[in-house]
């Protein structure tokens, strides 16, 4: 499925600019609504918080400082929802699972509850689409942008590829929904794998 990526028409956009394309795009999603892809396991996220507590060793105050994001999203879910449109992830899950995907899956819990629709996957499920290689971080807004999200060799944001070609559009966001479609609910696979689960090892940061 990467191959698809290969040769197509793209702009790469730093930081910087990304974050700011990719807010004003978002807010402006037509009905199809927004598909993610997360398939990388291991990221890094300075600025956050939450991520930053965890990356210390202190899990109880990354999961406090998660909590506290609860109402900011539940307002951000309100206004996606007077607009019309929806949201929906799909995560791919490596067990055993490492710590920062632990912290990530407690962050996308959040975001379930508060309104966000997110499947859980396994690499068998995603294995026939990545013949030449790991599907990259997808993002399609509506029916008219897509992003292939950029990290460097330390999984931190490095910024993305837009992509605006309707057909290469439509085959990711279908890939995407059908995963979605094949996918665990969060709920039940957090309950399942994640709820008793120790509090991770502080990550090793590069």
């Not at 929906?88 to 899950?93: A, F, G, I, L, T």
């Not at 499920?125 to 990259?136: N, T």
């Not at 292939?148 to 890939?175: A, F, K, M, S």
């Amino acid at each position: 499925m990467r191959e698809s990526l290969v040769g197509a028409a793209d702009e790469r956009l730093e930081v910087t600019a990304y974050r700011a394309e990719f807010r004003d795009h978002f807010w402006r999603v037509d009905a199809l609504g927004v598909w993610k892809l997360e398939r990388q396991q291991y990221f890094q996220e300075p600025g956050d918080d939450s991520w930053e507590a965890f990356a210390d060793g202190n899990w109880e105050e990354s999961l406090r400082l998660l909590a506290a994001r609860r109402a900011e999203l539940e307002d951000e879910h309100r206004r996606i929802s007077q607009l019309g449109f929806s949201v929906r992830r799909v995560r791919v899950v490596e067990e055993p699972i490492i710590p920062y995907v632990q912290w990530e899956l407690h962050l996308l819990r959040l975001r379930e509850q508060c309104g966000t629709g997110v499947r859980v996957v396994t690499p068998e499920q995603v294995a026939r689409f990545e013949s030449s290689g790991p599907l990259p971080e997808i993002c399609t807004l509506g029916s008219s942008v897509m992003y292939e999200i950029v990290y460097n060799d330390h999984g931190i944001l490095d910024g993305g590829r837009r992509y605006t070609d309707p057909e290469l559009i439509r085959q990711w966001q279908q890939l995407t929904a059908d995963l979605y479609a094949d996918g665990e609910p969060l709920a039940d696979y957090f309950a399942r794998r994640v709820a008793d689960l120790p509090a991770p090892a502080v990550p090793q940061v590069s």
